[in-house]
């Protein structure tokens, strides 16, 4: 099984919501931080937000702040990303990724994480 599964993409209307889920396999999320990405067609990769691995902070890029919550599940091993109110901006495949680090606060630079997901879509449309 592949070590991060995404769930959870979809159509959704502008200022709707969607919970995507990243199901971890095989990695301890006390010593993984996990990331979700995003890469919009046509675009390059940009981080959307990251949750520690020793304390479970969470770190958001501008573009998630007050609108994106991330979350874990440490006995399911899933990381959440709640996505609110909703824009045509956000449309983009999201893909989940795990970086071991201990001890340190989680970064959203994609070059820094090892392991991916395949991705879902979301797309956001009236």
């Known amino acids: 099984q592949a070590p991060l599964v995404e769930s959870g993409g979809g159509l959704v209307e502008p200022g709707g919501s969607l919970k995507l889920a990243c199901i971890v396999s095989?990695?301890?999320?006390?010593?993984?931080?996990v990331g979700w990405f995003r890469q919009a067609s046509g675009k390059e990769r940009e981080g959307v937000a990251c949750?520690?691995?020793?304390?479970?902070?969470?770190r958001y890029t501008d573009s998630a702040k007050d609108r994106f919550t991330i979350a874990r599940d440490t006995p399911k091993n899933i990381v959440y990303l709640q996505m609110n109110n909703l824009t045509q901006g956000d449309t983009a495949v999201y893909t989940c990724?795990?970086?071991?680090?201990?001890?340190?606060?989680?970064?959203?630079?994609?070059?820094?994480?090892?392991?991916w997901g395949q991705g879902t879509q979301v797309t956001v449309s009236s």
């Open positions: 990724a795990a970086r071991r680090l201990i001890f340190r606060q989680c970064e959203t630079e994609s070059s820094l994480y090892g392991q």
């Open positions: 949750i520690s691995a020793s304390d479970g902070q969470p």
């Open positions: 095989g990695l301890n999320l006390d010593y993984y931080a």
